[in-house]
């Protein structure tokens, strides 16, 4: 089982920069794709990036695509998301997954972190 917890979240100003962690338990965490995922209020929760286990390759969402980028530290057994000219609409909370694909299907995610909360200002 991976424990996942994240963190960094909170409040920012639109166009200004936000770091997203998520540090997993357990000794396998760079055989995981890693992804993270958001959630905004009265909405289903979509898929934002992923990286492979070795960092190699990433996805994005179109929406955070240039804005965002994913990278991770197997290392540390960390996975971050740069939040970089976050918009008002990035407001959701956010949550990293593991996965044995690399994919951006929801489905195939099977640990979750407890998410964080991101809220952007104007």
């Known amino acids: 089982q991976v424990q996942l917890v994240e963190s960094g979240g909170g409040l920012v100003q639109a166009g200004g920069s936000l770091r997203l962690s998520c540090a997993a338990s357990?000794?396998?965490?760079?055989?995981?794709?890693m992804g993270w995922f958001r959630q905004a209020p009265g909405k289903e929760r979509e898929f934002a990036a992923a990286?492979?286990?070795?960092?190699?390759?990433?996805n994005y969402a179109d929406s955070v695509k240039g804005r965002f980028t994913i990278s991770r530290d197997n290392a540390k057994n960390t996975v971050y998301l740069q939040m970089n000219s976050p918009k008002p609409e990035d407001t959701a909370v956010y949550y990293c997954?593991?996965?044995?694909?690399?994919?951006?299907?929801?489905?195939?995610?099977?640990?979750w972190g407890q998410g964080t909360q991101v809220t952007v200002s104007t």
């Open positions: 997954a593991t996965s044995r694909l690399f994919t951006r299907n929801y489905y195939s995610y099977v640990y």
């Open positions: 357990g000794r396998t965490f760079s055989t995981y794709t």
């Open positions: 990286i492979s286990g070795s960092g190699g390759s990433t």
